[in-house]
T-cell receptor, first 111, second 116 residues
Framework: GENVEQHPSTLSVQEGDSAVIKCTYS??????FPWYKQELGKRPQLIID?????GEKKDQRIAVTLNKTAKHFSLHITETQPEDSAVYFC??????????FGRGTSLIVHP | GAVVSQHPSRVICKSGTSVKIECRSL??????MFWYRQFPKKSLMLMAT?????????EQGVEKDKFLINHASLTLSTLTVTSAHPEDSSFYIC????????????FGSGTQLSVL
C-alpha cells in the first residue's frame, strides 16, 4: 500500500514568515495530492490539491509543488498569519484510491 | 463543496455500553465511506472502508466485532463501538469522496467519544 512520510512534525514561525511542509510517497500510481488543514477538535478541510500532470499550483498565499520523479510534494504558505496555526496533513491515494495521510505538521504562527 | 454530516459530535458513556455514530452524505451519494480514528495531535488512522450493500473492509489490527460498520444506503454509514472501554476513547471521523469530484475527500465533523 501507499506510505506517506511528512516533515516536520512541528513548525514554529513568526508572523509574516514563510512555512514549508514536505511529504514523500511510495506508490508511483498516486496521481492526486491534497493538503488538509485541521483546527483543534474540528474536521480536516481541503486547502489545496494538485494532480500529477502539474508541477505547481497556487492559491493566494498557499502553493503546492510536486516532483513526481522524486515522489515528493510540498506545501508552501507565505506571509503566515496567526490564523494559519493548525495541523496540516498531506495525503496520497495510491493505486487503491484509499487515502493515506501523513502524520501531520503542527504549525504555530507567533504574532 | 459536498457536505458530510456526522452525529453525535460528542458522547460520554459508561464502560460496557455500545455507542452508535452516524455519518450521512447530505447532497451526494456515497457508495464508499471511510472511518478514521484520531488521537490528540496525531494523524488520521484508517479503521475501515465502508461499502454500501456489502461488508466493510477493516484495516489490519482493527477488531471487526468491536467496531461494527453498517452501510445500508447510499447516504448513510454507521459505526457502532460495542462494549466500549476507556481505551476506545478517541476522536472518530468519517469521510467520503464526493460524487461529482471523485478525488476530493470530504469529512464529517467528527465524534469525540469518552468512555468512563
Amino acid at each position: 500500500g501507499e506510505n506517506v512520510e511528512q516533515h516536520p512534525s512541528t513548525l514554529s514561525v513568526q508572523e509574516g514568515d514563510s512555512a514549508v511542509i514536505k511529504c514523500t510517497y511510495s506508490d508511483s500510481a498516486s496521481n492526486y495530492f491534497p493538503w488538509y488543514k485541521q483546527e483543534l477538535g474540528k474536521r480536516p478541510q481541503l486547502i489545496i490539491d494538485i494532480r500529477s500532470n502539474v508541477g505547481e499550483k497556487k492559491d493566494q498565499r498557499i502553493a503546492v509543488t510536486l516532483n513526481k520523479t522524486a515522489k515528493h510534494f510540498s506545501l508552501h504558505i507565505t506571509e503566515t498569519q496567526p490564523e494559519d496555526s493548525a495541523v496540516y496533513f498531506c495525503a496520497a491515494p495510491g493505486g487503491s484510491y484509499i487515502p493515506t495521510f501523513g502524520r501531520g505538521t503542527s504549525l504555530i504562527v507567533h504574532p | 463543496g459536498a457536505v458530510v454530516s456526522q452525529h453525535p459530535s460528542r458522547v460520554i458513556c459508561k464502560s460496557g455500553t455500545s455507542v452508535k455514530i452516524e455519518c450521512r452524505s447530505l447532497d451526494f451519494q456515497a457508495t464508499t465511506m471511510f472511518w478514521y480514528r484520531q488521537f490528540p495531535k496525531k494523524s488520521l488512522m484508517l479503521m475501515a472502508t465502508s461499502n454500501e450493500g456489502s461488508k466493510a473492509t477493516y484495516e489490519q489490527g482493527v477488531e471487526k466485532d468491536k467496531f461494527l460498520i453498517n452501510h445500508a444506503s447510499l447516504t448513510l454509514s454507521t459505526l457502532t463501538v460495542t462494549s466500549a472501554h476507556p481505551e476506545d476513547s478517541s476522536f472518530y471521523i468519517c469521510s467520503a469522496y464526493a460524487g461529482t469530484d471523485g478525488e476530493k475527500l470530504f469529512f464529517g465533523s467528527g465524534t469525540q467519544l469518552s468512555v468512563l
